[in-house]
């Protein structure tokens, strides 16, 4: 992990502001790591600049709190909401293309609320579904 920390990986205002214990175990703290191994770090290096976690893992009761699928990867540590730090016009989606130009191993990637954000999710070579959605 060169770029990214668990605990930005792991830290929510919504968990905070509802006293919500966001406390990862240890098997997430590995999928985190391994997310950020596979996926973030290679992609943070390719981008040259700062990208911003906006959600990582989220506990169970974080996820119901946030209104996020119950079969949510982030609740597993296996996904993260990322968006470029400088926030200019089309940053996010050209971070979303670069992930696809880089080749780089997802089980989704998704364009989410027209770019607000983007998703991406790591399961395991295996387990990748390479999906790649727009909402």
């Not at 999928?31 to 989220?58: E, Q």
Request: proline residues 3%; glycine residues 6%.
């Amino acid at each position: 992990m060169k770029y990214f920390t668990i605990e930005e990986l792991t830290k929510s205002d919504t968990a905070t502001r509802r006293g919500i214990d966001n406390t990862p175990t240890a098997e997430v703290v590995q999928n985190l790591t391994t997310l950020v191994d596979k996926v973030l770090d290679p992609l943070r290096t390719a981008w040259g600049a700062p990208i911003v976690v906006n959600s990582g893992y989220r506990s169970k009761a974080l996820n119901e709190a946030v209104g996020g699928s119950k079969t949510s990867d982030h609740m597993t540590g296996r996904a993260a909401d990322i968006e470029a730090a400088d926030r200019t016009k089309n940053s996010n989606t050209k971070l979303f293309n670069l992930v696809q130009s880089l080749g780089l191993p997802f089980d989704q990637l998704i364009d989410e609320s027209g770019m607000s954000w983007v998703h991406v999710s790591y399961r395991g070579e295996a387990e990748n579904r390479k999906q790649i959605l727009k909402l």
